[in-house]
């Protein structure tokens, strides 16, 4: 280390132990004079005080008579007067001092639920990384040890070592397919951190950890932070790096000071202090990539050799652990570069001259430790739903999952719904765990929180726990509504109970009365979003579009009480409905989610030639196999769909075997068994369940009546048709038509849809059957037979003119509707 003086410059150096322990006596002080639980003396110490340019901690403090407190104007609350308030330190950071926050809601859908067997195979695919980096290494040393041989050598020296070349090739080709079996395992996709508040002396802080993990595990999860961050930021129509080193920073982001225990090769435990990045995650890791670090270096440790001062010998072994360290190096470079008169315009001092200090508000009390992260993860989500920064669809739905998960807990209704809805009164609302539960359901835990809600006969399970958070899902995003009183007058208030006003401030949809395909699709799209998170492989969530109606979101979708072993016993037994159920609200999830997908959106990207399967829209690929079970198509029997059905729940963990990637299956026989060599992929779904010609047909089925439901919250008219003794006024007979004009209009397109494709078979079948005539040279058919064709060709023709006549009059008179 360099003992000469540090030049000065416009890049600071970290702030001095005594002035560390200054601020950490402000914090606490005014904490305490605010009703907050403040940071721990560590987090100061190891990720605040370093990343504080000196004269920075001054300025935010002052002193008193009893004590140093932070300055009125140095820091203000945030959400004062709510259990979720936070205290911000406004001061300036040190460039390069923070990191990236995986757990930010925009890249949610690329991670994972932190599951037991997710995290297994993340500890499975960093251990097959590091031998995919050794054997690159031995390679590179055996093609070193062959291009150094003489040409003088002796021929078996040149034998040996051109085997060598070859055995570290093989064995990295190896290692390499070993590695893509590790990625297709967890979908490309990585679990996503768990953080808890800090526990200091059993009481709770304002500053979050993780879970201690291996510092190989702590380098993948950031770096493919910073992966699917920088996939986000190309969405950009600008550069940022550029903005940041032509502009700098300007706006102030918040950060929040969180601990990272790792332990080493050697077995050593030590705990990482850093700031993180809640907003402005993007311009995080931009300001890092202008002062040339990588996010994950700055964590576990930056090589010596990266940041080595003049004077000083390299070591390739020597890493820099300590914040203040890395950072006091990272100074003293660049103000050394910046005082050169004869620097480079375009060197690391001048691009980094702008954000050398940037604006920060960092987390330094909370009123309510415990709920920090579900606090920080809300003021993201708003930045990103509210305001102008880019969103993709599945991140934005996740976004709005998210709000709905904590408008249910504000308004103090998520157990009562979970405990009455899904665990079907088996539990007392009061017995639930509702932060941890909903902590689970938004993917910040694992789902083992959701065990108590589990049916009676599921065990806990990956497949049963996915299973029960579908089940919430489903009732969260269409809660049920009760049904309109008997004497309710038609323009009376329509009482919608306690949820259904939870979504719709949540979603920011119209009143109950009104009834949209928008907001239909705007739901569905929510619940593709959230199912699609506990899959490995996700699908396109334009894959259930049509498998939820107007009727859902009205009336609710009202979960079935009896566990998935109930379930499949009940078909093994020939109950039609429990298939039904089965099918559309337990297995579209995973036809829709699978490594090759069952039901997909059947959009026009889905026209080229290595398509599989038949264009068709999910909810007629959805009534196929629903209808299949009553009126099976040929070659399926009951034991093939019991069969299909069960490994289409378990897909997800099944292991796959040889010639199969995990989660897929073999397509099953008429027995029920495994049809080796034949692959359950689109094609062969659309081949066993072909296209029917009409869509789904539902029952109407009568909302349950809620004793508790809250009055005069909507109003709207009736949709529902009274006992037939009483007459039907028009306006009821009105409202009643027009909810069900969405789903009849839906089933005559798909109709139409399916007439035109049985044409274009039919066209396709007659131009073959000429070709073969030619090409055989044969006589043409008899003319009476010919005659009789064009005869009967003509009626179809006369059919389709008459369709067209009556859209014609549908179009128009749907003017007046």
Not at 268 to 284: A, D, E, K, L, Y
Request: net charge negative.
């Amino acid at each position: 280390m360099s003992t000469r003086k540090a030049p000065d410059g416009p890049f600071p150096y970290p702030t001095t132990s005594e002035w560390a322990e200054h601020l950490y006596e402000a914090i606490t002080n005014t904490c305490a004079a605010e009703g907050f639980a403040p940071v721990p003396r560590q987090a100061v110490f190891e990720a605040l005080a370093p990343a504080l340019g000196q004269g920075e901690a001054k300025r935010v403090t002052e002193r008193r008579r009893d004590g140093r407190v932070l300055r009125a104007t140095a820091y203000h609350v945030e959400q004062r007067g709510t259990d979720e308030a936070l205290l911000l330190l406004n001061v300036a950071l040190h460039g390069a001092a923070t990191l990236p926050w995986a757990n930010n809601d925009r890249t949610r859908s690329e991670w994972l639920h932190p599951s037991p067997d997710n995290l297994v195979r993340m500890e499975e695919l960093v251990d097959q990384q590091r031998a995919v980096a050794e054997w690159t290494m031995a390679r590179e040393r055996a093609k070193g040890a062959q291009r150094a041989l003489a040409p003088t050598a002796p021929r078996a020296e040149k034998d040996a070592a051109v085997a060598a070349v070859k055995n570290a090739e093989d064995e990295l080709a190896r290692a390499q397919r070993e590695l893509r079996v590790r990625e297709q395992a967890l979908g490309g996709r990585r679990p996503l951190p768990v953080v808890r508040a800090v526990v200091e002396d059993g009481m709770p802080a304002a500053a979050l950890t993780t879970e201690e993990v291996r510092a190989e595990v702590a380098v993948e999860v950031q770096r493919y932070a910073v992966e699917v961050l920088q996939q986000r930021a190309r969405l950009r129509s600008y550069d940022l790096v550029e903005s940041l080193v032509q502009e700098g920073q300007r706006e102030s982001t918040v950060v929040v000071l969180q601990r990272t225990p790792v332990v080493g090769r050697d077995g050593s435990r030590r705990f990482i202090w850093r700031g993180r990045q809640v907003t402005g995650n993007n311009r995080g890791d931009a300001r890092l990539q202008v002062h040339g670090l990588v996010a994950h270096q700055l964590l576990t440790g930056v090589p010596q050799y990266l940041l080595r001062l003049e004077g000083e010998e390299e070591n390739r072994r020597l890493v820099l652990l300590g914040l203040g360290e890395i950072l006091r190096r990272i100074s003293i470079l660049l103000n050394a570069e910046y005082a050169d008169p004869d620097r480079d315009p375009e060197g690391c001092a001048e691009r980094a001259l702008r954000t050398a200090q940037v604006p920060a508000r960092v987390v330094v009390g909370a009123r309510t430790p415990k709920r920090l992260e579900e606090s920080l993860r809300q003021l993201n989500v708003h930045d990103h739903l509210r305001g102008q920064l880019n969103y993709g669809d599945m991140d934005r739905s996740l976004g709005l999952w998210s709000t709905l998960v904590k408008a249910y807990q504000a308004k103090g209704v998520l157990g009562e719904l979970l405990a009455k809805e899904v665990a079907q009164s088996r539990v007392r609302a009061g017995d639930l765990d509702e932060d941890a539960i909903a902590d689970a359901l938004v993917g910040a835990r694992a789902l083992d929180e959701l065990a108590v809600l589990l049916p009676p006969g599921d065990e806990m399970s990956p497949l049963t726990l996915r299973d029960v958070a579908v089940r919430c899902a489903t009732v969260m995003v269409f809660p049920p509504v009760p049904p309109r009183p008997e004497n309710l007058a038609p323009r009376a208030h329509m009482r919608t109970g306690r949820y259904w006003p939870v979504v719709r401030m949540a979603l920011q949809e119209a009143s109950w009365a009104q009834s949209s395909t928008a907001r239909t699709e705007r739901r569905t799209d929510v619940w593709a979003a959230v199912v699609a998170q506990h899959f490995a492989h996700r699908g396109n969530p334009l894959a259930a579009r049509g498998l939820f109606t107007a009727r859902d979101v009205k009336h609710g979708a009202q979960p079935d009480a009896r566990s998935l072993a109930s379930l499949l016993t009940a078909c093994r037994q020939g109950d039609a409905e429990a298939w039904e159920v089965l099918v559309r609200r337990h297995l579209v999830p995973g036809l829709i989610n699978a490594p090759k997908p069952f039901v997909t959106a059947g959009q026009g990207s889905e026209k080229s030639a290595d398509r599989k399967g038949v264009r068709r829209t999910p909810a007629n690929a959805v009534q196929a196999l629903v209808n299949a079970y009553t009126a099976p198509p040929e070659g399926v029997t009951r034991e093939l769909l019991i069969a299909f059905a069960e490994a289409v729940l378990r897909a997800p963990e099944s292991a796959g075997g040889a010639d199969l990637v995990p989660g897929t299956f073999w397509a099953p026989d008429e027995h029920g068994k495994p049809r080796e060599g034949v692959l359950a992929d689109k094609e062969w779904f659309d081949t066993a369940f072909p296209k029917v010609a009409s869509s789904r047909k539902r029952k109407t089925v009568e909302p349950l009546v809620d004793d508790s439901a809250d009055e005069g919250e909507e109003s709207g008219t009736s949709a529902v048709e009274l006992e037939e003794e009483i007459p039907e006024d028009a306006l009821t007979r009105m409202t009643r038509l027009r909810s069900d004009l969405t789903s009849v209009v839906d089933s005559s397109k798909d109709s139409v849809a399916t007439a035109a494709e049985q044409l274009r078979a039919l066209l396709a079948h007659i131009e073959d059957a000429v070709q073969a005539r030619e090409e055989a040279g044969a006589q043409k058919a008899h003319a009476d037979a010919r005659i009789l064709y064009a005869e009967e060709l003509g009626e179809i023709k006369k059919q389709g003119v008459e369709i067209a006549q009556l859209l014609d009059a549908a179009a128009l008179a749907v003017m007046s509707l």
